[in-house]
């Protein structure tokens, strides 16, 4: 994939974040020369130029059937259409590199069954919002694409 940079004085990695799905996998993509700038390695910490030329080679997803596991949760509302859960600290919350099970998604595919919105695509169904893995709150996932695709809104 190639970018062409319409900002400036953005780091790279966040200004890439949005093609590699978070900024610890831009960050991982940039270390291991996965990005270019210009033709060139880049660091995480480059201000992006306008107009700078940026290469991303994404690899492509090693199996994205995800495992549904038996792991307990805090759940704080849940009917038809979505589910409400107080998701713990140090819990992450799809799978992702270095986190292929023990998730948050992978308790839902157990708890919910294929009831979970397919909007999130397989990787991360029925999520709304996200929360970091050391951050713990209350997180909503959509139990259908109705209630995916309704608009919510996160309070830090």
Same mark, same amino acid.
């Given at each position: ?10 780091? /790279?990695? =966040? ?10 996998? @831009? ?6 020369? +996965? !990005? ?45 259409? /979505?589910? =409400? ?10 799978? @992702? ?6 998730? +948050? !998604? ?51």
């Amino acid at each position: 994939m190639v970018i062409v940079a319409d900002s400036a004085g953005v780091r /790279l990695d =966040v200004y890439i974040t949005a093609y590699a799905g978070s900024r610890n996998n @831009a960050a991982h993509l940039i270390n291991s020369e +996965l !990005v270019t700038v210009n033709q060139k390695p880049a660091r995480a910490s480059y201000k992006v130029k306008l107009g700078d030329v940026i290469h991303l080679n994404l690899p492509e997803p090693n199996d994205s059937t995800i495992v549904s596991e038996n792991i307990s949760l805090d759940i704080i509302y849940e009917d038809d259409d /979505l589910v =409400v859960v107080n998701k713990s600290k140090g819990m992450v919350v799809h799978p @992702a590199p270095g986190h292929p099970s023990g998730t +948050l !998604v992978n308790a839902l595919m157990f708890h919910c069954g294929d009831s979970l919105s397919s909007i999130g695509g397989e990787i991360r169904p029925g999520i709304v919002h996200r929360l970091d893995k050391d951050t713990s709150g209350l997180i909503v996932a959509a139990k259908n694409d109705v209630s995916s695709s309704a608009q919510f809104s996160t309070c830090r």
